[in-house]
């Protein structure tokens, strides 16, 4: 990426690889350092790029047909805050999933997700 891109524009070019499950242009949106978490647990899901690479590779082989859907966005400085709709994923029904990326010099340098929890 030449050209500077907003957060949110960083944050949808991901998006679009994620649903094109192309693992190349997934990973080139993130920092070398990557840090990807759950909360409220802390649980850290991926740490580094060639972690991430691993990860959603094997999620993608898996999941053909695995798909995010932006059901709203916030731009708040250097936060992105999607509301997500992922399907197709683990044989298990449509869920919805909060996620916080935090870019830094036009990268994803860090992603906490919220899992919405039936009570």
Same mark, same amino acid.
């Given at each position: 990426m030449t050209e500077k891109h907003s957060p949110e524009k960083i944050v949808q070019l991901q998006l679009d690889y994620y649903n094109q499950q192309d693992?190349?242009?997934?990973?080139s949106t993130y920092t070398p350092d990557v840090?990807? *978490?759950?909360? %409220?647990s802390g649980n850290v899901l991926v740490r580094g790029a060639e972690?991430? #690479?691993? !990860?959603?590779?094997?999620?993608?082989?898996?999941? %053909? $047909?695995n798909h995010a859907k932006l059901v709203n966005r916030? *731009?708040?400085g250097p936060f992105v805050i $999607?509301?997500?709709?992922?399907?197709? #994923? $683990?044989q298990r029904e449509p869920f919805q999933a909060v996620a916080i990326y935090e870019v !830094?010099?036009?990268?994803?340098?860090s992603v906490t997700f919220l899992e919405k929890r039936e009570e």
């Open positions: 693992i190349d242009g997934f990973v840090l990807i *978490t759950e909360h %409220p972690a991430l #690479r691993e !990860r959603y590779a094997k999620m993608f082989a898996a999941n %053909p $047909d916030i *731009t708040f $999607d509301l997500e709709e992922v399907s197709g #994923r $683990d !830094r010099n036009q990268l994803i340098s």
